[in-house]
């Protein structure tokens, strides 16, 4: 197989599983609300191949390979109910930006305390 239709191969295979439903879950109803999941989906891929030997043209080299990779990362919900629909992040950003902001002061007062 050649390392075109090598990597060829290995996105269409991706693509195949990257839709929506990758990204939004199977619904849930319950207690008179729709609660839809939301992930922020990442794919990586790549592949390689070589032929000939090195240095010496009479020794006969193959080689290929090829591999993939998914993250997944929740970050909420879609909340859908008769009053409202809304998105419901799992981490509140006033308490990361905070958490986010101490820490960058912290390691700046360390190292001012270090530096003396």
Do not use: C
């Amino acid at each position: 197989m050649s390392t075109l239709s090598l990597l060829q191969s290995l996105k269409e295979n991706i693509l195949s599983q990257a839709s929506v439903k990758a990204v939004y879950g199977e619904p849930i109803a319950a207690h008179g609300k729709t609660v839809i999941p939301v992930a922020k989906i990442m794919y990586a891929y790549g592949a390689g191949a070589g032929t000939g030997g090195v240095g010496d043209s009479s020794a006969r080299g193959e080689g290929g390979g090829g591999g993939g990779g998914v993250r997944a990362i929740p970050v909420g919900v879609i909340e859908v109910s008769e009053q409202q629909t809304r998105f419901v992040p799992i981490s509140d950003r006033k308490k990361m930006t905070g958490a986010i902001l101490f820490g960058v002061g912290l390691g700046m007062w360390l190292g001012w305390r270090r530096r003396r």
